[in-house]
């Protein structure tokens, strides 16, 4: 069947068309996508009017995109910037009034479970026990395990687009502040990191999302251009030798860097300092980059869901 999956995440609106059916691969078929940057449309924890209108504006657009490329089905999901909002229900009411479209707020645990689904799936069970980082917009999520359901899975607000607002709103701070921030993100992150550690070390430690992509091409990993067979890797030894320069980079410079994107820059070294803090407190010489995430995980449950709800009594 051909599926419209609706992700609305911290930076990006993102509709993907694609053919499913259960046992093969989803094929995309179309991508419509839009920068909305809604963490960074928070005003006093409130998404702000012009980040709901933004909002509404996509989702419209979207919903004549998926029908003019024949998709049967719609799914619509949130992650951090509108789970944590204190006006997420009211945003999302406005949106399913005007557009027709209800789209459910994945909780964190949620958000790393399906994407350590995914993960799972595209590195098969050749690759042993996983564990799988996420650095979203606004949270990070981290899951562990030897099956298709991780064994631990949790969220942290250390979302790349959440800490430039934060810290880098007037440009990038000073060595003081960089040394607060960093410290900050490595508290937040050993504070559960137990539940990892305690499983042992991984037989695969793997990488989701644009800003773990753009490290890993940063530090020289392929083009997307290649296409996703290609194996990409991002090694911590490469990566501590770039933080210092892109902390001492300008925006131009950031921007002119392989796999940055315009409207990302000022979320390059928040997520270097994340990804770093992640690869040092979990002992990961390297981590091995997914082109499957969150997206993809949705998708294949949903596939899950509807070949079992299919199958003949007793199977």
Sequence with gaps: MRLGVLDIGSNTGHLLVVDA??????????????????????????????????????VAGAVIVAEDRGAQDMLGFATSAVRDAVNSDA???????????????????DEARLT?????RWFGW??????????????????GGADEEPEVAWSIPLGAARLAREHFGAGTPGEAEIRALRKRIR???ADGAGRLLRLGPPDVAAATSKTFRSLARICGAAPSVEGPLVGRVLAIEDLQGWVPK????????????????????????????V??????????AELQICPWALRE??????????????APEGI
Aim: hydrophobic share 45%.
């Design 246 to 273: 892109l902390v001492e980079m300008d925006p131009d410079d950031l921007a002119g860097l392989p796999g940055v994107s315009p409207s990302r820059t000022h979320q390059i070294v928040p997520g270097a300092l």
């Design 91 to 109: 945003v999302l009411d406005h949106v399913a009034a005007e557009t027709g479209v209800r789209i459910a707020v994945l909780p964190g645990d």
């Design 116 to 120: 350590f689904l995914a993960v799972r």
């Design 297 to 310: 995980g949705v998708i294949l449950e949903r596939i899950d869901a509807l070949g079992l709800a299919g």
């Design 21 to 58: 059916h259960r046992g093969a691969a989803p094929l995309p078929a179309y991508s419509y996508k839009q920068p909305l940057r809604l963490a960074e449309h928070l005003d006093d924890g409130h998404v702000t009017t012009q980040g709901i209108e933004a909002l509404t504006e996509f």
């Design 187 to 189: 508290a937040d992150i």
């Design 126 to 143: 050749s690759a042993g026990r996983l564990a799988v980082f996420d650095i979203g917009g606004g949270s990070l999520e981290i899951a």
């Design 275 to 284: 990804a770093e803090a992640v690869m040092d407190i979990f002992d990961i």
